[in-house]
């Protein structure tokens, strides 16, 4: 199948934090697949025309950098891989560019059943999902994670919204334990006493609450340290505990603390939906908590609302208790083993763009915003009507 | 003032009466900012049935540039000059004003579609250089032969002493680049004046660009100019910057070499590399102020270098002449 698959940038399959260049990587093997990004989308118009691919993919998300996919995937429906489950503000972003304010209150007004609260030219930001139009538009919805997705499918019925598990490393590739132990980095190492634990922060606007907490937990007495300045691959690489920690919650996948696992670190996260059913330990009680009380945890969850507290009660333990950290490591690897190597992300992908390739795309409802299809004969047809006379290009 | 595509169209309708065909020009205006009038503009030319006229029958109808061969005629060819550059090859670059939004990803889709269609019409597509043919057959898969033709003065270009100027001839509109001319000043000679024919919406713009970069003196901006005006111009030059980007065809490259004039040019600069010859006939240079001043500096220093130069593009121009164009159109 020759499948056009639009991000916000290239794909890296060597970037193990970058889950779905790995699952494109791993997809080329029986499929021939290419990456369009901003820079080329423009050429994808006469390609698609010329040479038509049997299947688009929209990876979507809720940054700027995600607008240029919106009228693509208007245009050409195809798979929308939800990378959250709020995108309003790159579609505000893509309609922002065109001053395009009544096609959004009426395209948010569409998504929402409701009007927006009044916008000038510059267009809002904020929490809403703005998700019925580009599902509805879509053959196909995928998120990663399988409660998300049922509450989709219930919140948007007349949309498919299927689950595909992130996919992070290979069982038989360095995530295997054979991974060379981290690079001698004299800089990390202290002049004198124990070697501090090394902790990776991965979680945008949480180095504040991090740092703080590192302060508390040195006060207390914790041997242990923050990497700074270093790619997220090589913090990766370096650490000895990952704090996975995006906030706040929108339905992204959960990369880093499954490249952590795959890595064999100790993994510290957010107590959210999609961790909600990890088995965790509470770093308040050092007890096992959610709904996997009967497994070994695989992480240290910790409750959004004691951020600070606990993530400092976290280093504090973990910069000590080497067999903790042992214990969390193995039990994660072994956990990712089970669910969210590439090779579970490469076979259900594989059976769901066959199953989107079958599929046609969606009848728009009755109350589609016009816009979305524009194609630029609107005002030759109204002025034809006018006139009472057509042309055979415009039926 | 008159670009390209009218003049072409005017000398071809001159030839074919010249070869005793009863020749008529259509017309309708374009404006091509307008890009939700884009299709309006093309259903209108579709509306257009030209098999016939007062009566009498028309035998062929000859459609050159977008959205012109959507008129409808049983026996049609098309002698491309451009598709509308801004949704094609342009697009994604700074001359293009289609962006990634709704309504310009639909428009791009439709015009490529309808392009499609209508060129599929035409019994025979021809267009005026190579790089619209290629451009055909990579955006729209329509395969198209290129018919060159000299331009409307080619009878009346001569040559004559190679001054300390060089001459920019084209409109004054941000894809014809007349800042990398303007700027390549500064990196030319301090004796060696440009002079702009041309006018356009970048004519203010331009003129303050030279104002700002301490070469006001040095730069003269005269406007659009009569034939015989431009003939004297052409033939007293040093030599011809033209460096626009991806140019279809470029009457100013033949026009040049008609005056036995070498031309400066770009290697991005499409059309006019089908004649320019790097260090034969001119100098193709990196579009960059620097460089284009570099070859400007060269033939300032050697006269005859320009004059051997010009001398070899003339040879190259006085090649391209109506002879058989005329016959191909007409089948």
Redesign the interface.
């Known amino acids: 199948m020759r499948i056009s698959w639009f991000r916000a940038t290239p794909a890296d399959p060597a970037n193990r934090l970058d889950d779905i260049a790995v699952l494109i990587g791993t997809l080329r093997h029986t499929h021939e697949i290419e990456v369009v990004t901003e820079s080329d989308a423009h050429a994808f118009v006469w390609r698609q025309f010329l040479e038509p691919s049997d299947l688009c993919v929209y990876e979507l998300g809720d940054g700027d950098a995600y607008r240029f996919i919106w009228p693509y995937l208007f245009h050409y429906p195809g798979v929308l891989l939800l990378r959250q489950t709020q995108v309003h503000d790159s579609r505000a972003a893509s309609l922002e560019q065109d001053e395009q304010t009544g096609d959004y209150v009426t395209e948010f007004r569409f998504n929402h059943g409701h009007p927006p609260r009044p916008v000038g030219r510059l267009l809002p930001r904020g929490g809403w999902p703005m998700l019925r139009a580009p599902l509805l538009a879509s053959r196909m919805a995928v998120i990663n994670d399988a409660e998300l997705a049922r509450t989709l499918q219930a919140d948007y019925p007349d949309a498919r919204l299927r689950h595909a598990p992130p996919g992070v490393g290979w069982e038989s590739g360095p995530e295997s334990g054979s991974e060379p132990e981290p690079e001698f980095r004299p800089e990390l190492v202290p002049k004198s006493g124990p070697q501090p634990v090394r902790f990776a922060l991965f979680g945008a606007g949480r180095a504040d609450v991090a740092e703080r907490a590192m302060r508390r937990a040195a006060h207390a007495g914790a041997t242990a340290t923050i990497i700074h300045g270093e790619s997220p691959a090589d913090a990766l690489r370096l650490c000895d505990v990952v704090l996975a920690l995006a906030w706040p919650a929108a339905g992204e996948p959960l990369t880093p603390a499954l490249a952590g696992m795959a890595a064999r670190k100790p993994v510290v996260v957010f107590e959210v939906e999609a961790t909600a059913c990890w088995p965790a330990l509470d770093p308040q009680t050092w007890r096992p908590r959610g709904l996997g009380l009967d497994a070994a945890p695989i992480v240290v969850s910790i409750d959004p609302r004691d951020e600070e507290h606990s993530l400092m009660l976290v280093m504090r333990r973990l910069a000590a208790d080497t067999g903790l950290r042992g214990a969390l490591s193995s039990a994660g690897h072994a956990w990712w083993q089970a669910h969210a190597t590439a090779r579970h992300a490469t076979e259900t992908w594989l059976r769901l763009l066959d199953e989107a390739h079958s599929l046609a795309p969606p009848t728009p409802p009755a109350d589609w915003p016009a816009h979305l299809n524009a194609d630029g004969t609107s005002r030759a047809r109204a002025i034809l009507k006018e006139m009472g006379v057509s042309v055979d290009f415009l039926p | 003032m008159v670009g390209g595509a009218e003049l072409h169209v005017r000398s071809l309708v001159d030839e074919l009466r010249q070869r005793g065909y009863e020749a008529e020009r259509v017309t309708v205006p374009f404006r091509p900012q307008a ?6 503009q ?2 209108a030319w ?2 257009l049935d030209l098999s016939s006229s007062n009566g009498q029958p028309i035998d062929l109808l000859i459609a050159t540039r977008f959205p012109s061969y ?1 008129a409808r005629h049983p026996r049609k060819v098309a002698w491309v000059i451009h598709q509308h550059r801004a949704a ?1 090859e342009l ?2 670059t700074e001359y293009s004003d ?17 392009d ?3 060129l599929g019409e035409c019994r025979h597509v021809f267009t005026n250089a190579r790089n619209t043919a290629q451009r055909l057959e ?4 329509v395969k198209a032969e290129p018919l060159y033709h000299p331009p409307p003065l080619a009878g009346q270009l001569r040559s004559g002493a190679y001054g300390a100027y060089m001459l920019m001839v084209g409109r004054l509109e941000a894809v014809k680049r007349p800042d990398l001319a303007i700027r390549s000043m500064a990196h030319a000679p301090a004796h060696i004046r440009l002079i702009v024919v041309g006018d356009g919406s970048k004519r203010r713009q331009t003129e303050q660009l030279a104002h700002d970069l301490g070469l006001g003196a040095r730069v003269d901006f005269v406007g659009a100019v009569d034939g015989a005006a431009l003939i004297d111009l052409y033939a007293n030059a040093l030599g011809v910057i033209y460096a626009p980007f991806d140019e279809d065809y470029g009457y100013v490259t033949l026009e040049a070499f008609l005056s036995h004039k070498p031309v400066v040019t770009c290697s991005d600069s499409g059309g006019t590399l089908e004649f320019v010859a790097d260090g034969q006939n001119g100098f193709v240079c990196a579009p960059d102020a620097a460089a284009i001043g570099q070859a400007v500096t060269r033939l300032a220093a050697n006269s005859s270098l320009a004059q051997t130069l010009g001398d070899a593009g003339f040879s190259r121009a006085a090649a391209v002449t109506w002879d058989g164009v005329v016959e191909r159109l007409i089948g």
């Open positions: 890009k939700p009038e884009l299709l309006a093309a259903a579709r509306l959507f094609y697009c994604g289609f962006r990634h939004s709704d309504i310009d990803v639909g428009i791009r889709k439709r015009i490529i579609e309808l499609r269609e209508m990579t955006f729209n898969g």
